[in-house]
T-cell receptor, first 115, second 112 residues
Protein backbone atom coordinates (compact mmCIF):
# COMPACT_ATOMS: atom_id res chain seq x y z
CA UNK A 1 0.00 0.00 0.00
CA UNK A 2 1.61 3.22 -1.20
CA UNK A 3 -0.37 5.39 1.18
CA UNK A 4 -1.19 8.94 0.11
CA UNK A 5 1.05 10.22 -2.66
CA UNK A 6 1.43 13.82 -3.75
CA UNK A 7 3.18 15.36 -6.71
CA UNK A 8 5.32 17.24 -7.27
CA UNK A 9 7.29 17.36 -4.01
CA UNK A 10 8.64 20.84 -4.67
CA UNK A 11 7.59 23.61 -7.02
CA UNK A 12 8.68 27.17 -7.73
CA UNK A 13 6.26 29.53 -9.46
CA UNK A 14 6.20 33.21 -10.32
CA UNK A 15 3.64 35.60 -8.88
CA UNK A 16 0.52 35.69 -11.07
CA UNK A 17 0.98 32.20 -12.47
CA UNK A 18 -1.29 29.22 -11.96
CA UNK A 19 -0.37 25.91 -10.33
CA UNK A 20 -1.86 22.41 -10.16
CA UNK A 21 -1.02 19.98 -7.37
CA UNK A 22 -1.98 16.32 -7.45
CA UNK A 23 -2.94 13.74 -4.85
CA UNK A 24 -3.61 10.00 -4.99
CA UNK A 25 -5.45 8.75 -1.91
CA UNK A 26 -4.70 5.66 0.10
CA UNK A 27 -6.18 2.50 -1.37
CA UNK A 28 -9.81 2.09 -0.29
CA UNK A 29 -10.28 5.77 0.57
CA UNK A 30 -12.90 7.87 -1.19
CA UNK A 31 -12.50 11.30 0.39
CA UNK A 32 -9.71 13.80 -0.19
CA UNK A 33 -9.06 16.91 1.88
CA UNK A 34 -6.54 19.65 1.12
CA UNK A 35 -4.64 21.74 3.64
CA UNK A 36 -2.28 24.70 3.47
CA UNK A 37 0.50 24.95 6.03
CA UNK A 38 2.45 28.19 6.27
CA UNK A 39 5.84 28.12 7.95
CA UNK A 40 5.54 27.73 11.70
CA UNK A 41 1.76 27.26 11.62
CA UNK A 42 -0.57 24.30 11.86
CA UNK A 43 -2.27 23.05 8.69
CA UNK A 44 -5.34 25.02 7.59
CA UNK A 45 -8.27 23.24 5.93
CA UNK A 46 -8.87 24.40 2.33
CA UNK A 47 -11.63 22.07 1.10
CA UNK A 48 -12.75 18.49 0.85
CA UNK A 49 -13.88 16.36 -2.08
CA UNK A 50 -16.23 13.40 -1.93
CA UNK A 51 -18.00 11.71 -4.83
CA UNK A 52 -16.31 14.13 -7.22
CA UNK A 53 -17.87 17.18 -5.58
CA UNK A 54 -16.61 19.81 -3.17
CA UNK A 55 -18.35 18.95 0.07
CA UNK A 56 -16.96 21.51 2.47
CA UNK A 57 -14.72 24.55 2.19
CA UNK A 58 -12.56 26.48 4.58
CA UNK A 59 -11.86 30.22 4.54
CA UNK A 60 -9.98 30.39 1.27
CA UNK A 61 -10.67 32.58 -1.79
CA UNK A 62 -12.07 31.34 -5.08
CA UNK A 63 -8.54 31.36 -6.52
CA UNK A 64 -8.29 27.98 -4.83
CA UNK A 65 -10.24 25.32 -6.67
CA UNK A 66 -10.14 21.59 -6.97
CA UNK A 67 -11.33 18.50 -8.67
CA UNK A 68 -11.81 14.84 -7.83
CA UNK A 69 -11.69 12.14 -10.48
CA UNK A 70 -13.68 8.88 -10.64
CA UNK A 71 -10.65 6.99 -9.28
CA UNK A 72 -10.79 9.29 -6.20
CA UNK A 73 -7.55 11.10 -7.01
CA UNK A 74 -7.68 14.86 -6.71
CA UNK A 75 -6.13 18.09 -7.94
CA UNK A 76 -5.73 21.44 -6.22
CA UNK A 77 -5.53 24.47 -8.50
CA UNK A 78 -4.42 27.91 -7.43
CA UNK A 79 -4.79 30.84 -9.84
CA UNK A 80 -3.13 34.25 -9.80
CA UNK A 81 -0.49 33.17 -7.33
CA UNK A 82 0.52 35.56 -4.56
CA UNK A 83 3.71 35.55 -2.54
CA UNK A 84 1.56 34.61 0.47
CA UNK A 85 0.54 31.36 -1.21
CA UNK A 86 4.01 30.00 -0.52
CA UNK A 87 3.41 27.05 1.81
CA UNK A 88 3.39 23.31 2.24
CA UNK A 89 0.22 21.91 0.66
CA UNK A 90 -0.99 18.70 2.25
CA UNK A 91 -3.47 16.16 1.00
CA UNK A 92 -5.29 13.86 3.40
CA UNK A 93 -7.40 10.87 2.46
CA UNK A 94 -10.07 9.13 4.47
CA UNK A 95 -13.02 6.86 3.98
CA UNK A 96 -16.60 7.91 4.53
CA UNK A 97 -17.90 4.53 3.46
CA UNK A 98 -16.80 3.14 6.77
CA UNK A 99 -18.88 3.84 9.80
CA UNK A 100 -17.34 5.08 12.98
CA UNK A 101 -14.32 7.17 13.72
CA UNK A 102 -11.63 6.63 11.18
CA UNK A 103 -8.42 8.57 10.93
CA UNK A 104 -7.18 10.67 8.03
CA UNK A 105 -3.90 9.77 6.38
CA UNK A 106 -1.68 12.55 5.08
CA UNK A 107 0.73 12.70 2.20
CA UNK A 108 4.20 14.20 2.46
CA UNK A 109 3.04 17.43 0.91
CA UNK A 110 4.05 19.71 -1.94
CA UNK A 111 6.30 22.63 -1.05
CA UNK A 112 5.21 25.59 -3.17
CA UNK A 113 7.40 28.65 -3.38
CA UNK A 114 6.07 31.76 -5.13
CA UNK A 115 8.70 34.28 -6.21
CA UNK B 1 -10.56 28.27 15.55
CA UNK B 2 -9.04 25.28 17.25
CA UNK B 3 -11.00 24.02 20.24
CA UNK B 4 -7.92 22.84 22.10
CA UNK B 5 -5.13 24.46 24.11
CA UNK B 6 -1.65 22.98 24.29
CA UNK B 7 1.69 24.19 25.67
CA UNK B 8 3.89 25.66 22.97
CA UNK B 9 6.90 23.47 23.71
CA UNK B 10 8.19 20.72 25.96
CA UNK B 11 11.45 18.87 26.51
CA UNK B 12 11.90 15.22 27.41
CA UNK B 13 14.95 13.10 28.12
CA UNK B 14 15.51 10.14 25.82
CA UNK B 15 14.15 6.93 27.32
CA UNK B 16 11.80 8.72 29.69
CA UNK B 17 8.05 9.05 29.33
CA UNK B 18 6.79 12.13 27.51
CA UNK B 19 3.47 13.43 28.83
CA UNK B 20 1.79 15.95 26.55
CA UNK B 21 -1.26 17.74 27.98
CA UNK B 22 -4.24 19.15 26.11
CA UNK B 23 -7.19 21.19 27.32
CA UNK B 24 -10.53 20.91 25.50
CA UNK B 25 -12.96 22.37 28.02
CA UNK B 26 -15.73 22.99 25.43
CA UNK B 27 -15.73 19.46 24.03
CA UNK B 28 -19.15 18.11 23.13
CA UNK B 29 -20.48 14.68 24.02
CA UNK B 30 -20.12 13.39 20.47
CA UNK B 31 -16.60 14.70 19.88
CA UNK B 32 -13.54 12.52 19.93
CA UNK B 33 -10.02 13.56 20.91
CA UNK B 34 -7.44 12.87 18.20
CA UNK B 35 -3.68 13.19 18.33
CA UNK B 36 -1.44 13.68 15.32
CA UNK B 37 2.24 14.48 15.11
CA UNK B 38 4.31 16.13 12.42
CA UNK B 39 7.98 15.48 12.06
CA UNK B 40 9.83 18.32 10.37
CA UNK B 41 8.74 18.86 6.74
CA UNK B 42 6.61 15.71 6.63
CA UNK B 43 2.85 15.24 6.59
CA UNK B 44 1.02 14.80 9.91
CA UNK B 45 0.90 11.24 11.21
CA UNK B 46 -2.06 9.80 13.10
CA UNK B 47 -1.19 8.59 16.61
CA UNK B 48 -4.32 7.71 18.55
CA UNK B 49 -7.87 8.81 19.32
CA UNK B 50 -10.48 8.25 22.02
CA UNK B 51 -13.90 9.26 23.29
CA UNK B 52 -13.93 8.82 27.07
CA UNK B 53 -12.02 5.69 27.90
CA UNK B 54 -8.26 5.48 28.07
CA UNK B 55 -6.74 4.10 24.90
CA UNK B 56 -3.42 2.44 24.12
CA UNK B 57 -1.79 1.34 20.91
CA UNK B 58 1.72 0.51 19.76
CA UNK B 59 2.68 4.17 19.60
CA UNK B 60 1.18 5.80 22.66
CA UNK B 61 -1.44 5.94 25.40
CA UNK B 62 -4.23 8.46 25.68
CA UNK B 63 -5.62 9.37 29.08
CA UNK B 64 -8.88 11.36 29.07
CA UNK B 65 -10.18 12.88 32.30
CA UNK B 66 -13.57 11.80 33.57
CA UNK B 67 -15.13 15.17 32.73
CA UNK B 68 -13.47 14.96 29.28
CA UNK B 69 -12.20 18.53 29.54
CA UNK B 70 -8.58 17.54 29.21
CA UNK B 71 -6.37 14.69 28.08
CA UNK B 72 -2.75 13.57 28.11
CA UNK B 73 -0.83 11.81 25.39
CA UNK B 74 1.87 9.54 26.81
CA UNK B 75 4.86 8.32 24.84
CA UNK B 76 6.17 5.69 27.28
CA UNK B 77 9.84 5.61 26.22
CA UNK B 78 10.63 8.66 24.13
CA UNK B 79 13.35 8.39 21.48
CA UNK B 80 15.08 11.07 19.44
CA UNK B 81 12.79 10.14 16.54
CA UNK B 82 9.79 11.29 18.60
CA UNK B 83 10.96 14.90 18.28
CA UNK B 84 8.03 16.52 16.44
CA UNK B 85 5.07 18.89 16.71
CA UNK B 86 2.15 17.15 18.42
CA UNK B 87 -1.40 18.27 17.65
CA UNK B 88 -4.43 17.60 19.82
CA UNK B 89 -7.70 17.87 17.87
CA UNK B 90 -11.34 17.37 18.76
CA UNK B 91 -13.64 16.12 16.04
CA UNK B 92 -17.24 15.04 15.77
CA UNK B 93 -17.68 11.31 15.38
CA UNK B 94 -18.88 9.86 12.12
CA UNK B 95 -18.68 11.33 8.65
CA UNK B 96 -16.47 14.04 7.16
CA UNK B 97 -13.48 12.35 8.70
CA UNK B 98 -10.97 14.31 6.66
CA UNK B 99 -11.66 17.76 8.09
CA UNK B 100 -9.42 18.52 11.02
CA UNK B 101 -8.95 21.85 12.78
CA UNK B 102 -5.32 22.16 13.79
CA UNK B 103 -4.04 24.50 16.45
CA UNK B 104 -0.41 25.47 17.01
CA UNK B 105 0.48 22.17 18.64
CA UNK B 106 3.24 21.32 21.12
CA UNK B 107 6.81 21.09 19.89
CA UNK B 108 8.37 18.16 21.74
CA UNK B 109 12.15 18.09 21.83
CA UNK B 110 13.60 14.75 22.96
CA UNK B 111 17.14 15.24 24.23
CA UNK B 112 19.91 12.65 24.62
Amino acid sequence: DAGVTQSPTHLIKTRGQQVTLRCSPKSGHDTVSWYQQALGQGPQFIFQYYEEEERQRGNFPDRFSGHQFPNYSSELNVNALLLGDSALYLCASSSDRRQGNTEAFFGQGTRLTVV
Amino acid sequence: DAKTTQPTSMDCAEGRAANLPCNHSTISGNEYVYWYRQIHSQGPQYIIHGLKNNETNEMASLIITEDRKSSTLILPHATLRDTAVYYCIVRVAGGNTGKLIFGQGTTLQVKP
